[in-house]
């Protein structure tokens, strides 16, 4: 699909183009494997339970469907800030992985002409990312000491309101990747280091519907096609080979989301969401160079995330969120590394917000257990050691978006 030229502002898109350089640096942490997943603080609040209401502008990431409900032209910006913590403790000793805050920030544009059953949109977004980093002397160090993957997304979005009551979404996507991988040697102490570096890019496809039923009952479908890129780089083995070409291609999974909203009353909206990751896709990664092929299993298993969420809206334009997120590990103990650390999660959440008529600004806190993972049957390092311990794990995260209407 082909995006209108210019449908918004030129202020709109000033700020737009203004933040791509922010965004581009941007990581994550994981939730389930290294997808983000939450991008608006109302949905945040609502633990993310929100592709059946999809009614402000990060609709362009939940349910490209869902702008047509939004009248006129829209700007909104959030910021999700989350610290992941994970402490280890096993044979080889413990350790605690760097738990500094990362930013996470998404920006939305949508403009619906007046009386019209089309509407656009445009925005930026990092659905999946990993920023981690273990202390150079920890016994984890040949299997992870600071590894970062960045994913970008330029969402170009048209959607259509077949009926009042049935609208559907279509989004063309440009995926920008970069990857900076790093492990010790272990044998080489203390400089030995491999390392590999790369970028690429890869075009993708979501999808969206909407039926809204009648005013108590509302259904939403997402889904985001795969892609895969082929990161071009280098890669140093040091102090052996310092540098040399390198390639290797990563696939990113599909994601399907299936949502029910209900209102009991107009002061009510209750959702439920089951959100799917075919993490089935990445299986072996081979990292390809001219002194030879180093190989990367991953065999991940795709995962759910379990999403529930409560609105309550007041009449003086304020409202109050509360949500639960349950989310299972798809990362396997036979393939585990420490420079994801996932696991099983039970993701809380509140938060409260105000709309007025041309502004609105949400502020969400969330908190996720994990808990203690026990990983037995890892894969050895070149000198044998394991991954094989305790990870205690944990989220922290804050997320705010302000809203603008023209």
């Known amino acids: 699909m082909k995006p209108v030229a210019s449908p918004l502002p030129a202020h709109t898109c000033l700020v737009l183009g203004g933040a791509i350089a922010f965004l581009a640096g941007a990581t994550g942490a994981s939730a389930s494997g290294t997808r983000v997943g939450f991008k608006d603080a109302f949905a945040t609040a609502r633990g993310n339970a929100f592709v059946a209401t999809a009614d402000n502008p990060s609709a ?37 992985m760097n738990d500094d805050p990362v930013s996470v920030p998404a920006l939305y544009a949508t403009w619906n002409p007046s009386d019209a059953p089309w509407a656009y949109g445009v925005a930026l977004y990092a659905p999946f990312g990993l920023e981690t980093e273990w202390p150079a002397g920890s016994p984890l160090r040949t299997f992870a000491l600071k590894n970062e993957q960045s994913y970008v997304t330029y969402n170009f979005t048209g959607a259509w309101q077949v009926s009042p009551e049935f609208s559907l979404g279509l989004s063309l996507t440009y995926n920008r990747v970069e990857t900076d991988l790093n492990r010790a040697l272990g044998f080489l102490a203390p400089n030995d280091r491999f390392r590999f570096e790369g970028d690429g ?178 894969p050895p390092s070149l000198i044998g050691a394991t991954a094989d311990g305790a990870y205690d794990n944990s989220i922290n995260a804050v997320s705010l978006s302000v809203g603008m209407k023209f």
Request: no cysteine; glycine share 10%.
């Open 201 to 378: 890019d890869a075009i993708g496809v979501n999808l969206g519907l909407l039926w809204k039923i009648n005013g108590r009952h509302q259904f939403g479908l997402s889904y985001s096609h795969r892609t895969k890129v082929k990161l071009k780089g280098t890669s140093s083995t040091i102090p052996l080979i310092p540098s040399e070409a390198a390639d290797a291609t990563f696939e990113f999974p599909e994601v399907l989301i299936l949502g029910w909203s209900f209102r009991p009353t107009p002061a009510w909206n209750l959702e439920v969401n089951l959100d799917w990751t075919n993490w089935d896709r990445l299986k072996t990664v081979v990292i390809n160079k001219p002194s030879g092929a180093t190989p990367i299993p991953f065999n991940w298993e795709s995962g759910f995330f379990y999403e529930f969420g409560a609105t309550r809206y007041f009449s003086n334009g304020l409202n109050v969120s509360a949500g639960y997120t349950f989310t299972g590990n798809s990362t396997p103990d036979s393939t585990y590394t420490p420079a994801v650390p996932d696991g099983d999660r039970h993701f809380f959440s509140l938060g409260a917000g105000y709309h007025a008529r041309n502004f609105s600004v949400d502020l969400a806190w969330q908190y996720a257990d994990g808990g203690t993972r026990r990983v037995v049957g890892s």
């Open 60 to 96: 362009l990431y939940y349910n490209p469907a869902g702008i047509t409900q939004l009248a006129g032209a829209q700007f909104a910006a959030n910021i999700y800030q989350v610290a992941v913590s994970s402490d280890f403790t096993g044979p080889g000793g413990s350790a605690s």
